[in-house]
């Protein structure tokens, strides 16, 4: 069966809606949604998306982070955070909630199809901030651990979401003025090449795409950026080995202008055959 499954950093649940979300939805006819950034409480989050089945991961930071799968076929099992995987790490409290949630999607012709919502940590690179790098090497590993275990599993796996790095300078317009930045430094780059090449996961969008530049995911709401298609790839629907050779296209739905967008982040759409 065809399965589209779009994923989308919202930057606020309830200001994309404002903005038109939900006509994308109705247009995009999505069978499960992979949400980032939802920041809003449980049952606001259930409300908003009312039809759905929804698996949603608030973050214990009021008004941060929140991540959600909503599905309009029925959800099994759903596990939610990594705090058994990796090392640990000195973050402050509540960083690592609202970022990671799985649920098994429940197919018509049966088995399951296992869609992971991941928000990583941004972190930055400004003295005094070194702890937020911290934190974001920390919750790597932890992501690391599980995708072993996810790669080879025989149910098919997609590792969706914001993950706040962009892998080659094919996912960055401005990469030589990035090289110290968070988000492209090589440290953070090599945990997806480790993911890519030691697990076998495959990154979809640079797949289906080719070589690049681009296309992008996420664009600063500052200045001429969205025009000018300065931006930046850190959107991404990671896919096992159970899955990849499902997936028959990923399309980034950058909005036709800057004034129609419904969040900084463009949706990224795959169709897969189950």
């Not at 070589?211 to 709401?221: E, L, M, Q, R, V």
Request: aromatic content about 8%; hydrophobic content about 40%.
């Amino acid at each position: 069966m065809p399965l589209i499954v779009a994923t989308a950093n919202v930057n606020g649940i309830r200001a994309a809606v404002r903005r038109g979300m939900d006509t994308w939805i109705t247009t995009r006819t999505p069978d499960v949604l992979l949400l980032q950034e939802v920041r809003a409480p449980d049952k606001l989050a259930r409300e908003l998306l009312d039809g759905w089945h929804v698996a949603h991961a608030e973050s214990e930071v009021k008004g941060r982070a929140g991540v959600l799968v909503a599905s309009r076929l029925p959800l099994g099992e759903v596990r939610t955070g990594l705090t058994a995987y990796g090392a640990g790490g000195e973050v402050e409290a509540g960083a690592d909630t609202g970022r990671w949630i799985e649920a098994d999607v429940e197919l018509p012709g049966g088995g399951t199809f296992t869609a992971v919502s991941a928000y990583l940590h941004s972190g930055s690179t400004n003295p005094g901030q070194e702890h937020t790098m911290v934190a974001k090497y920390a919750y790597l590993e932890k992501v690391t651990a599980r995708l072993a275990e996810l790669s080879v599993a025989s149910a098919p796996a997609v590792v969706a979401g914001d993950l706040n790095i962009a892998h080659h300078n094919a996912d960055i317009k401005n990469w030589k003025g990035n090289l110290k930045s968070a988000g492209f430094l090589p440290e953070e780059r090599a945990y997806v090449t480790r993911w890519l090449d030691e697990h076998g996961w495959a990154d979809l969008g640079r797949v289906h795409a080719g070589d690049g530049p681009g296309p992008y995911t996420w664009w600063s709401w500052r200045g001429k950026a969205y025009d000018n298609d300065s931006g930046w790839r850190i959107d991404y629907q990671l896919a096992n080995q159970s899955l990849a050779a499902a997936c028959r296209k990923i399309e980034v739905d950058r909005a036709p202008t800057y004034a129609e967008r419904w969040s900084d982040h463009a949706p990224v759409v795959a169709t897969y055959e189950l």
